[in-house]
């Protein structure tokens, strides 16, 4: 059977490849270590089990709006206000069935066939595939690795066509940990209004910056960015939710509309009971947040001082999210590899350490290291790394 064009293009997840042939090491008796998943390995909190739990009992186990629950949407909205000073109303929220299915659903809405966005590198791996699904053109620009990966409004401008309808920022990052702060957002709006171009605001992993820099919205430097931005979010990595797949976008209420209109023929709704757990998280107070902080913060100090201790490995030490992104192309020629997937092929072979090639993240002389582990592994995954560095010289 012939398959449809608009799949044919796509690029498998380098992130669930890599994460699979780790499992399928690690079923066949090998001592893995993974260093690949993108998501926390605490349990959800207690508290919002209970609730999902205790929403099943009381029958919440039917369709709600295809929205998400009026409750919810209002904790939404509060979280916004409280946390960035955003101010929405419910009809201003969808939930969804995770932050990625916010994106897809967004991008299916807004984009005709040939309409740009504009996908800085190094990226996180379904943006340029659910770009090119809705029939879009992703246009990739280079961040440069000097300039802490952050694209430049420079950078930015040069990229703009007459096609570009959005560009994607991604703070904290995925896959490179690196936080814009207020000024450097606010050089990038400034092109961005210039252009009438739509931003899109990924901030999934805005619980998780381990600085003094607090965590900053480009929809909250204006009332004209605010109308100009749809902010993505969720519970997946600020609570350890990632199983439950709720999500949520807020903006325009003419594209909010037109979302919620296409999950009605898509997913229906968000898991009722995965609501109810939703609001009781957003409802209660952040202690887990907070702990689960204080533990990535410990393993990065950890992890980072032994990542660039090895030779040929170099990495500005990021601020938020919860990866390290290393380059390792010194290490990789002093090594005799023609280039990083064959090297990170051969580590996880020879040592079972799955990092994550950069090249599904636009960057090919890069690794991506998730730290959503113990102390004790993550010292002995950067114990064999260094070991099969060091013998492959």
């Avoid at 690690?26 to 205790?54: C, M, Q, S, W």
């Avoid at 350490?353 to 998730?370: H, I, K, Q």
Wanted: proline share 5%.
């Amino acid at each position: 059977m012939q398959l449809a064009n608009r799949v044919k293009t796509l690029t498998p997840s380098s992130t669930l490849a890599i994460t699979a042939k780790a499992k399928k090491l690690k079923e066949e008796g090998h001592d893995v270590i993974a260093l690949g998943a993108g998501e926390p390995d605490f349990n959800t909190p207690r508290y919002i089990i209970e609730a999902a739990k205790k929403a099943m009992e009381n029958g919440m186990t039917k369709y709600t709006p295809s929205g998400g629950i009026v409750k919810l949407r209002e904790a939404i909205c509060a979280k916004l206000a409280n946390d960035n000073d955003l101010h929405y109303t419910p009809d201003e929220i969808i939930v969804t069935t995770g932050a990625k299915h916010a994106l897809y659903t967004l991008f299916q809405v807004l984009l005709n066939p040939g309409d740009e966005v504009i996908v800085p590198a190094p990226y996180w791996v379904s943006y340029p595939e659910q770009v090119k699904l809705a029939g879009g053109h992703p246009v990739i620009v280079k961040a440069d690795e000097k300039n802490s990966f952050k694209l430049t409004p420079d950078e930015l401008e040069a990229a703009i066509t007459d096609k570009t309808k959005a560009i994607i920022i991604n703070s904290p990052s995925n896959p490179t940990g690196m936080v814009y702060d207020k000024e450097e957002l606010k050089a990038l709006a400034e092109v961005c209004l210039k252009h009438n171009i739509l931003i899109v605001s990924d901030e999934i992993y805005e619980k998780l910056i381990y600085t003094n820099d607090k965590h900053t919205s480009v929809a909250q430097l204006s009332n004209q960015l605010k109308k100009q931005t749809i902010v993505i979010n969720g519970v997946s990595k600020s609570h350890a939710m990632t199983g439950w797949r709720i999500g949520y976008a807020a903006g325009d209420k003419e594209i909010i509309k037109a979302m919620t209109n296409m999950a009605s023929h898509s997913t229906s709704n968000p898991t009722s009971i995965a609501q109810f757990a939703a609001l009781a998280a957003y409802d209660s107070p952040e202690d887990p947040i907070t702990e689960m902080k204080k533990a990535f913060k410990e393993r990065l100090d950890t992890l980072y001082d032994l990542i660039v201790d090895i030779p040929g490995v170099t990495c500005e030490k990021p601020k938020g999210a919860f990866y390290l992104f290393p380059n390792v192309e010194q290490a990789v020629k002093n090594n005799g590899f023609e280039h990083v997937d064959e090297w990170v092929t051969a580590l996880l072979e020879e040592e079972k350490v799955a990092l994550v090639p950069g090249s599904g993240f636009g960057s090919n002389g890069n690794v991506r290291l998730s730290y959503a582990n113990s102390i004790d592994l993550l010292t002995e995954a950067a114990k064999r790394i260094n070991r099969f560095v060091i013998n492959h010289q």
